[in-house]
């Protein structure tokens, strides 16, 4: 085994001579770059008592195997570089007589001849090898066609060898011609032979004839590789030894029959509603991209650089009370086609449709875009089908329905002295399943109730737009969220007596759900406001004296009577006037106020403390009872000149049938004076602010309407 000066291994000899690796012939010798021979000359190394021998190898299997052994000769050490020799020599033919089979027969005389044993066992599966796998090599790739011819296989990838084997463990590369890619879209690959052959798919992505190279490289070689040379020396130049070249690789290749392909393509498209919610009326528009397929390209014109126009329509179809499940077959919605529309593309890109097509009513809306290639003209056979799904979540759009909540709140009596709101609440605007739909995808399912929220305003409060929302509410209840008529009942809102003059306000709130909106109905609604009737409040003028007739200087006051329910912490207080006898009454400026008569809560007869009348012999006296809640808030207000509430002096008292009943509230004078009894006069003022907050109409629905007589 001989290194030579280019970095190459050779091995003498192959020309029949019979130098030593150390002889002139090859150490000394100026050799000619290596070539490939058709025939090798080979002499043996034989032992005693054997004749020399040349053999000239020239079957071109020999030759080939040969090639082979010397191709992937292995020298990393001895035993395996005497074995590759010893394989080169078997296949030559030279092996009898050489002193190797005398070694393998047991003849050869030299002691170190057991060293040959070892390398004599491997050589022989080396040239069973050899003969299994040396060149020449086969590479056929094939190229098959699906029927449409815009896509097929290659097949038949690898190698063999010329005993028909397939070679495994060698890199190839595959390249295409003509208008097609790989699945991965490329016109290349690159891979490993395997124990067998092996396929790889292509695609047409234009119109020609294509064809698949085959390059498998680093293939042992089919001929062997020989130097020659000459060497001067003592005896002038002569011919040097032959040397083959070790390790030596070739390539094998091969193409496929070219065949025309005709690509067609369906391009990507992904559609969205550009508006979900949708108004009724409104117009239904769609957003369309279309894009080229994935790992591929937008397929030209055959023979020009301009994209194939693609024709996609978009139909529409609704209104529908509920979205169904997206699926592939549209037979079920055929008949709600409300219309169609048109987009070409050139190309790559994003366009919405005009929005000719309108929302007519409420329910569920939805764009199905298809590419049909019988659409396509001219271009029909470059353009494959295309459909997306019916109903698709990103193609649907709704127009809601906008429930209507109409009520009317009035206070009910309840029994023993309780009462509360009942609300009649007139539902409509929902559609008739409301109720049923249990959802679908992102589709929310239908919201099952309307929520009633039942608030207290003390009197004063301004009446604007979110005054209760930060309040807790009184009370809440539920009502269907279904068209129809519902009650909310009284004992569901009780009224609270002891939260004084106010108003009851009732809010209904629907949260809405993905078919229907939300709805709140307003605070400011008259319908949902209840200001609480409470009991009866009946006056009566009364004299100390029993004299006969009202004379001056005798001690004069009220009975105040209660019925029904008041606050807690209720009062009355009385004013008393005076006018001249035989004039019209007259109540603006009191003489006198009483102390407060606390009743509470508690019904019952309760007296005023009493006031003195003056020295005037013809005057009339009138006394006019106010009641007030614990705040200061006036709940009923006595009548000024009310028969039992007046005393003249002169005359007898009249007994009256009962005691006056307080009417309706009015404001407090502007000015009033300070009552005997220390009566707050800053109180007073805030009443009169109240009653214009609220207005004369909402105090009047506090106060006790007096029945005719």
Same mark, same amino acid.
């Given at each position: ?59 071109? =299997? ?13 020298? %990393? ?67 098959? #066609? ?34 097609? +890619? ?34 498998? !490289?680093? $293939?042992?070689? /089919? ?8 060497? +001067?020396?003592?005896?002038? %130049? ?67 650089? +301009? ?5 996609? +329509?978009?139909? &529409? ?25 048109? @987009? %070409? ?68 009596? @309840? ?24 959802? /679908? ?43 129809? %008529? ?21 809010? =209904? ?7 229907? =909106? ?5 605070? #400011? ?10 009991? !009866?409040?009946?006056? !009566? ?18 009975? &105040? ?28 400026? *009191? ?70 009943? =307080?009417? *309706? ?7 009033? *004076? $300070? ?16 009653? &214009?907050? $609220? ?15």
């Amino acid at each position: 085994m001989i290194h030579g000066p280019d970095g190459a291994n050779y091995l003498c000899a192959a020309d029949g001579a019979a130098y030593s690796a150390s002889a002139e012939g090859v150490t000394q010798a100026s050799m000619q770059p290596a070539k490939a021979v058709d025939t090798v000359d080979a002499t043996p190394f034989i032992g005693p008592g054997q004749q020399k021998r040349t053999v000239k190898v020239t079957e071109a =299997s020999k030759v080939a195997q040969f090639a082979w052994i010397a191709s992937t000769a292995n020298t %990393t050490d001895n035993v395996k570089a005497a074995a590759y020799q010893i394989a080169l020599i078997r296949t030559a033919g030279v092996f009898e007589g050489s002193v190797y089979q005398s070694q393998e027969q047991g003849k050869f005389p030299w002691a170190n001849g057991q060293n040959l044993n070892a390398p004599l066992a491997e050589s022989k599966a080396i040239v069973e090898q050899a003969q299994k796998y040396a060149g020449p090599y086969s590479v056929k790739p094939t190229l098959k #066609l699906n029927a449409e011819a815009n896509a097929g296989t290659v097949e038949n990838i690898g190698v063999t060898s010329a005993a028909g084997n397939w070679m495994k463990g060698y890199s190839y590369t595959l390249e295409i011609s003509g208008p097609a +890619t790989f699945d991965n879209g490329k016109t290349t690959m690159t891979g490993t032979t395997g124990e067998s052959a092996t396929t790889a798919k292509i695609k047409a992505n234009g119109v020609g004839k294509v064809s698949v190279k085959m390059v498998v !490289k680093d $293939l042992p070689t /089919s001929k062997p590789y020989v130097s020659s040379g000459t060497v +001067t020396g003592s005896m002038g %130049t002569q011919r040097a030894q032959n040397l083959v070249v070790l390790g030596k690789k070739e390539q094998a290749e091969g193409v496929t029959e070219a065949q025309q392909v005709a690509a067609t393509f369906a391009p990507e498209i992904a559609t969205q509603t550009k508006t979900v919610e949708v108004a009724k009326g409104a117009s239904l528009v769609d957003t369309v991209t279309a894009s080229a397929p994935k790992g591929g390209t937008w397929l030209n014109i055959p023979g020009t650089s +301009t994209p194939v126009p693609v024709k996609v +329509t978009v139909d &529409v179809y609704g209104p529908f009370p509920t979205p169904s499940a997206p699926t592939n077959n549209g037979a079920a919605f055929a008949a709600k086609k409300v219309g169609t529309y048109d @987009l %070409t593309f050139n190309g790559p890109g994003t366009q919405e449709t005009p929005g000719t097509v309108k929302a007519a009513g409420e329910g569920y809306y939805f764009f199905h875009a298809h590419v049909d290639k019988a659409a396509q003209g001219q271009y029909q056979n470059l353009v494959k089908d295309y459909s997306s799904p019916f109903f698709e979540t990103s193609e649907t759009s709704v127009t809601k329905w906008t429930p209507s909540i109409k009520t009317k709140a009035t206070q009910v009596d @309840l029994g023993n002295g309780k009462a509360g709101v009942q609300d009649l609440v007139t539902v409509s605007g929902f559609p008739q399943d409301h109720g049923t739909f249990k959802g /679908s995808g992102k589709w929310k399912a239908d919201t099952a109730t309307i929520t009633h929220k039942l608030y207290f305003l003390p009197a004063g409060t301004p009446l604007k737009p979110g005054v209760t929302k930060n309040l807790k509410p009184i009370a809440t209840t539920e009502t269907p969220a279904k068209n129809g %008529t519902y009650t909310v009942q009284g004992k569901d809102f009780p009224i609270n007596w002891n939260l004084g003059v106010g108003t009851y306000v009732i809010v =209904s709130t629907y949260q809405g759900d993905s078919r229907t =909106s939300a709805i709140t109905t307003s605070e #400011l609604d008259k319908n949902e406001h209840v200001t609480p009737v409470f009991g !009866k409040v009946t006056t !009566k003028a009364f004299a100390e004296s029993a004299a006969a007739k009202l004379k001056p200087g005798d001690k004069i006051g009220d009975t &105040v009577v209660v019925q029904g329910s008041l606050p807690e912490g209720s009062y009355s207080q009385v004013n008393l006037y005076k006018w001249d006898k035989g004039t019209a009454p007259k109540c603006e400026s *009191p003489v006198w106020t009483s102390q407060r008569v606390a009743h509470s809560n508690q019904p019952g007869e309760y007296k005023t403390d009493l006031y003195t009348t003056g020295s005037e012999e013809k005057v009339s006296y009138g006394f006019v009872e106010s009641t007030f809640d614990k705040n200061g808030n006036l709940i009923s207000r006595g009548k000024c000149g009310a028969s039992s509430e007046t005393l003249t002096t002169g005359t007898v008292p009249k007994p009256g049938p009962s005691a006056s009943p =307080s009417g *309706p509230g009015k404001a407090a004078p502007k000015k009033p *004076p $300070l009552a005997n009894t220390g009566a707050n006069v800053t109180m007073l003022a805030g009443i009169a602010v109240g009653f &214009v907050v $609220l207005g004369a109409a909402g105090i009047a629905a506090y106060n006790y309407r007096r029945k005719k007589s």
